[in-house]
């Protein structure tokens, strides 16, 4: 058995163990094919990230799970990986060449993309340290890159399958256009903004008439491209001029004036609506009923474009908005401005406001995949927690749109499709192909955009298993048992992976999707430099340690509103760690002259019908078997949060505030062989189940120790290896703690036992309140007096008094029967069961010095609650004052009152 150290120390334990788990080959699953299988997919972080918050709290959740999967006996594979990130990885490299006065226009495409390949080299590896670092259990063998060759096969492969079966198609539409980053973006990529707007009132004159259309807009810059106004045809304001044509402000084009129900609503605005089919979805739509001029004005750059009058080229959309109104003023044609709340759109990667605008764009039409997607989820082949985010996948999966996949972009998969000058076609491959596959030319060029990044991210699953090779891996590790990961994502990732694992794997990518909630900084706000409010987990391991964040982020996982950081807590976790160890270290320093085997012979005839533990091992051996099925229960409901506070409060609340403490009567001198063998063994197994129970939380400090405890031949290497305990009674099974206390008589004495101790507890805990009542020091002697009828607690009293006196510190403790006098001046506490619990005052406290005191007390308090009676009764006061100041006066003032009555109730105990 190894030494442990008189302090823990996280870092180099955590680096040497680490290297240790992993060059032993333990991440790795075995080779027994008759074993259950539990598949996890880690979400690839960008391959040129740093850890932060979120991907600290999925790497514990599904460490935690893993870990907990391989010491229940299943085959655990969790596959590790990064993405490329399309635009993320683009714009970083585009900031750096900018240093050097360059652009990616300048370097052109191939000398681009050698630069991006080595800021990736250069910058990659640091976040797989990272999980390292904290511990993640992954099978590094098994890595994947989403541009490594193996991600690229099955891109190509899957883009190809999805074109031959029509579900990918090229067509001229309005996207949304990232004006920054210059490429496409699917709707999920847009984040919509409720801001503070206007509605212009502008009046379009009707041709052949003195009369005027007024239309009210929300973007008057964009009239300049307008093709027609819109009206309802049933509007009797305006049913009489469907077919005429007005003229357009600014630029005299003569426009039509059609009917269209679908586009226009009666009761908004002036109930006449501009129509600009080139930037607008609705719109868009609108003209293709009624063949529109598509007229854009509005370019790639986000400027005012060639087809715009002279006067507004080259101007930004905001500059451009001034400008036109500023004209329609001066014309006489702005009617009104009216203040207008808008829904803007704002893209998720550069914060710009996005413009919609016509493009040719490769699309998949999800609709055919997103059927069994859906199903998957009904029938309950897939589950979703927490339960209520079913809704949201349900409600986006039925109203889903086609997904523009093309992105203007040179970093990432580009569209194995070639374009023919000869005779315009398209010939899409797997291989790079010499010739048009319609007419033979062979002038062809690939096109130049590349797929959405979630594109092959929909792919993760079934490519971090080699697919489309029907590998070993593929057939028996796919489908996955879990993807944990940010709620935010469950349209852009997981709605896809679903899809396309039905599509291309034959069944769903997991069978339970676990989502946790965003980790907000300690102001309840989402991090952001900006803020200065960003948490960064390296640096809270390199403080507190792994274990410590693990253990605090674990406590966390159950929350699904946001997660608000607390530092203090995990320094509170720390000292968590810190009482773990040395509880152990009290563990090993009580083994002298122990025999793990004699313990185990011992069980062996305890099992037969020999009475080996006393009350408070049995306690603690029953407790240790309901704990493990209420963790293990907690795991299974995916409730770490529950299953990380059962297991706190089990061993600091029982385990070392009680047991440890009853254990060292077995020391003293005078205690038999037989009880400090026990004992002993009583200490050594509940240890061994805790650190087992611990182990998927906080890995490393749980494994330090157990490598410092007495094993039998035969057992694990490692803690990790280890089989997870649980709650069943099996004679026949391995473990030490399933002992004779089960079987049997012996089973009787364990709930008996098990009544005892909490009732010791409860007596210690009245005891100890009611000294700290009256300030007496804790390590004050004082007589007690227990006064019950029941026959049970009276025994315990009597065969326990020698603890009771110990753990409370007590001169003594006496037993009355219900009907017995006590003393006139006393305290007492009433615990479970009507038991008694008494502290005579005289000779402990001086009572006039005690009543002097209260009595000065509540005078203070009394003064203190008139000023805050007066405060509160200010109506001008509270009109002015903060609700959260209010709050606490409030708040205060009924503490007083509570101390008050305490203080009362206290002095009638002393007589006065």
């Known amino acids: ?37 539990y598949t996890v997919v880690l979400p690839p972080p960008n391959v040129t990230g740093r850890l932060h918050m979120g991907h600290a709290l999925t790497a514990t959740v599904q460490d935690c799970l893993v870990r907990w999967s391989r010491m229940s006996g299943m085959d655990a594979l969790w596959l590790p990986g990064t993405d490329h990130a399309g635009i993320a990885t683009q714009v970083m490299v585009e900031r750096q060449i900018a240093k050097e006065g360059l652009t990616r226009h300048d370097l052109g495409r191939e000398k681009f993309l050698e630069r991006v390949w080595q800021w990736k080299d250069e910058h990659s590896g640091i976040i797989d340290r990272q999980h390292e670092a904290i511990g993640a259990s992954l099978d590094w063998d098994r890595y994947r890159f989403t541009m490594d060759e193996v991600s690229s096969r099955a891109v190509r492969e899957a883009f190809c399958q999805l074109h ?104 908004f605005g002036t109930g006449a609506v501009k129509v ?131 992105r203007q972009l040179w970093w990432g998969h580009r569209i194995p499709a ?52 029907q590998s070993v891996d593929l057939e028996r590790f796919y489908p996955g048992a879990l993807m944990e990961t940010g709620w935010d994502i469950l349209f852009f990732w997981v709605a896809r992976m679903m899809m396309f694992g039905i599509h291309f794997g034959g069944d769903v990518p997991f069978k339970t999707v676990f989502l946790h909630s965003m980790v907000l ?56 760690c810190n ?41 603690i051996l029953n407790r240790a078997l309901t704990v493990a099925g209420e963790v293990n229960q907690h795991l299974g409901d995916f409730r770490l949060d529950r299953a990380a506070h059962t297991l706190y409060q089990f061993v600091w609340g029982e385990y070392c505030d009680w047991y440890l403490e009853l254990s060292k009567a077995s020391f003293f001198e005078g205690a038999s062989a037989d009880v400090r063998l026990a004992t002993q063994g009583t200490l050594v197994t509940v240890l061994d189940v805790v650190l087992r129970l611990l182990h998927p939380i906080i890995p490393f400090i749980t494994e330090e120790i157990w490598q410092a405890l007495p094993r039998v031949e035969g057992e694990a290497e490692s803690l990790m290896l280890a089989e997870y305990p649980s709650a069943r009674v099996d004679p026949s099974g391995p473990f030490v703690w399933e002992t004779a206390v089960y079987f049997g008589r012996w089973a009787t004495f364990a709930t008996e036992a098990c009544k005892d101790i909490e009732e010791l507890t409860s007596i210690v805990t ?33 065969a326990l008094g020698d603890q009771i006196v110990r753990l409370a510190r007590l001169s003594e403790v ?37 009543r002097a005191r209260l009595r000065k007390e509540l005078e203070k308090l009394g003064k203190d609650a008139a000023k805050l009676d007066k405060k509160l009764s200010n109506e001008r006061f509270l009109a002015k004052a903060p609700p959260e100041v209010v709050a606490k006066d409030r708040a205060r003032r009924a503490e007083i009152a509570g101390t008050v009555t305490t203080i009362e109730s206290m002095l009638t105990t002393l007589g006065g």
């Open 766 to 798: 009245a005891a100890r309140s009611l000294k700290a009542t009256f300030k007496l020091s804790p390590g004050k002697r004082v007589p007690l007096l227990v006064r019950t009828d029941d026959v049970a607690t009276r025994a315990m009293v009597e």
């Open 276 to 406: 600009t089919p080139a930037h607008d979805f609705n719109d868009f739509e609108t003209g293709k009923r009624h063949d529109l001029e598509l007229i854009c004005v509005i370019d790639k750059d986000g400027k005012i474009g060639e087809a715009a009058p002279e006067r507004y080229r080259g101007m930004s959309v905001k500059e451009a908005r001034e400008a036109v109104v500023a004209a329609l003023e001066a014309a006489g044609r702005l009617v009104k401005i009216e203040d207008h709340k808008l829904n803007v759109g704002y893209s998720q990667r550069t914060g710009v406001v996005v413009e919609p605008l016509p493009s040719d764009q490769w699309f998949v039409d999800v609709a055919p995949l997103a059927k069994p997607a859906l199903e998957a989820v009904k029938s309950g082949k897939t589950t979703i927690y927490p339960e209520r985010r079913t809704a949201d996948y349900y409600r986006w999966m039925e109203n889903i749109h086609d997904w523009c996949i093309s």
């Open 521 to 576: 900084g300690e102001d309840g706000q989402k991090m952001s430099k900006t803020k200065g409010n960003v948490v960064d987990p390296v640096e809270l391991i390199e403080e507190y340690g792994a274990d410590s964040l693990r253990f605090y982020l674990a406590t966390m996982a159950g929350q699904d509103q946001g997660i608000i950081f607390s530092r203090a807590r995990v320094q509170g976790y720390r000292n968590f």
């Open 418 to 469: 070639w374009h023919c000058s000869e005779c315009e076609g398209i010939t899409v491959a797997r291989e790079d192909p010499s010739a048009c596959q319609h007419c033979g030319s062979k002038d062809i060029e690939q096109d130049p955009d590349v797929l959405d990044t979630w594109f092959s991210s929909g792919l993760w699953p079934l490519t971090c298993l080699r697919w489309p090779e």
């Open 1 to 37: 058995m190894e030494e442990l150290k008189s302090v823990y120390e996280p870092k180099a334990a955590e680096q040497r163990l680490y290297r240790w788990w992993k060059d032993r080959g333990y991440f790795k699953p075995s080779q027994d094919a008759s074993k259950p299988t």
């Open 579 to 619: 009482k773990l160890w040395n509880a152990a270290r009290f563990v090993r320093m009580n083994l002298e002259g122990y025999d793990h085997g004699a313990f185990r012979a011992r069980v062996e005839q305890a099992r037969a019908g020999e009475r080996l533990f006393g009350r408070a091992d049995a306690w």
């Open 164 to 267: 031959e079966q029509g579900l990918i198609y090229r067509a001229f539409r309005l996207i949304n256009w990232d004006y920054k980053s210059h490429t496409a973006l699917s709707d999920l990529e847009v984040e919509h903004k409720e801001v503070n707007g206007h509605l212009w009132h502008i009046a379009y004159p009707v041709e052949g008439t003195d009369d005027t259309l007024v239309v009210a807009t929300t973007r008057p810059e964009t009239m300049l491209g307008d093709t027609g106004v819109a009206v309802h045809p049933e509007d009797p304001r305006y049913k009489h001029l469907i077919g005429k044509r007005v003229r357009l402000p600014l630029t005299e084009r003569s426009i039509p004036i059609v009917g269209d129900a679908i586009l226009v609503d009666m009761e």
């Open 814 to 850: 006496t037993l009355l029967a219900a009907g017995d006098a006590i003393p006139r001046e006393v305290s007492t506490e009433v615990v479970h069961g009507g038991v008694e619990v008494i502290l005579p005052l005289a000779g402990v406290v001086d009572l006039d010095a005690e």
